[in-house]
């Protein structure tokens, strides 16, 4: 199975120390032998190769900050050209996430599924603004398009609702969909303020410099409009839905939440109301007894309300390298069964 990968950053080098590390398993498992045959970064140069690229070697030059295009193979075009000219199974789009224009990915994704190539992404911009339109066109071509890393990292949300949850009814899907926010309230509750609970996050790498994505709400609507297109068939956009951040809770309010028996959790949350599908993130009271309220620090986790099983609740990282790494992998596994 031939490899593209777009993004050879945090994640496309976490899925490639995963492709080598799992490289036995891979084969006598699931009977994938994996090559990569094109690597496109902005930043660390390009490589195109149809015999197999040295992924030890692209790692070692990436990690010690020199360019990947030293080695044999070097490609000059950018990553539209490498789509067209790289003969690949299945491309990994890991670029950087643009969830106002979902640019340059989506047309990353647009082109490789138009050549006949399977699609996995990590990035939320072109799931959350065109899933529709990527999703038709993938299943006109005979090819999947995948995007288990968009909404809890590694942690097999989406997988578990498409493939071990098919014969139940959802009918709401509602978590904890952003670690910084959720590292944030954590530590307010401690008695942190809250900008010194934004600042530690910065320097735990969980925020960025400017952390607006985060704390504004924004990371988390992506991914529950990823869920409400995705999951309940509708055909929205962030836009549409109502979204509130955390920058407004006071360590006075959360003290009086858990004097009270709940705890502030920013939700992200899409529920079925009639005909309606609807959807939101904004911070909310959880009862201390709810599962999502013992959710604390950098984690994620998300409950699933079903009429079968009842409530069902999945916990576990939504960032790192190896964990959005893994996403990519579960999606590559997948695809090759469908080769």
């Known amino acids: 199975m031939k490899l593209l990968l777009l993004g050879f950053g945090t994640v496309g080098q976490g899925l490639a120390e995963l492709l080598i590390n799992k490289e036995t398993e891979l084969r006598k498992g699931y009977g994938l032998d994996i090559q990569v045959v094109g690597i496109s970064d902005m930043l660390k140069g390009s490589l195109h190769n149809p015999k197999g690229i040295d992924l030890r070697a692209a790692l070692d030059l990436a990690k010690a900050g020199k360019m ?26 890991a670029t950087y996430t643009d969830i106002k224009t979902g640019e340059p990915a989506t ?167 009639g005909n309606l599908v609807k959807a939101s993130v904004a911070p909310e009271e959880v009862d201390l007894s709810h599962p999502l309220a013992g959710v604390m620090g950098g984690t994620n986790a998300i409950t699933f309300t079903t009429d079968i099983l009842g409530d069902v609740t999945i916990v576990g990282p939504g960032a790192g390298r190896a964990e959005t790494g893994y996403s990519a992998l579960m999606d590559i596994i997948h695809a090759g069964g469908k080769r």
């Open 68 to 93: 990947i295009s030293e080695l044999p193979g070097a490609f000059d075009g950018d990553a539209l050209a490498m789509i067209e000219q790289c003969e690949a199974d299945m491309m990994v789009e």
């Open 107 to 273: 047309s990353h994704i647009r082109t490789a599924l138009e050549k006949g190539m399977h699609v996995t992404t990590t990035n939320k911009g072109p799931t959350a603004l065109y899933f529709q339109e990527l999703n038709d066109l993938a299943r006109s071509q005979g090819v999947e398009f995948l995007y288990e890393g968009t909404v809890m990292s590694g942690s097999p949300m989406l997988n578990l609702a498409r493939e071990t949850l098919a014969a139940c009814t959802i009918s709401e899907v509602k978590g904890i969909l952003n670690g910084t926010t959720n590292y944030i309230l954590t530590r307010m509750e401690e008695g942190m303020g809250y900008e010194d609970a934004l600042k530690r996050a910065q320097e735990l790498g969980y925020a960025e410099a400017v952390p607006d994505a985060d704390v504004l709400g924004w990371d988390a609507l992506a991914k529950v409009t990823i869920i409400a297109n995705a999951m309940f068939g509708v055909k929205a956009k962030p836009d549409d839905f109502p979204c509130q951040g955390i920058t407004e809770i006071t360590a006075e309010a959360i003290a009086d939440a858990k004097a009270r028996g709940k705890r502030y959790k920013l939700i992200g949350k899409v529920w079925r109301e």
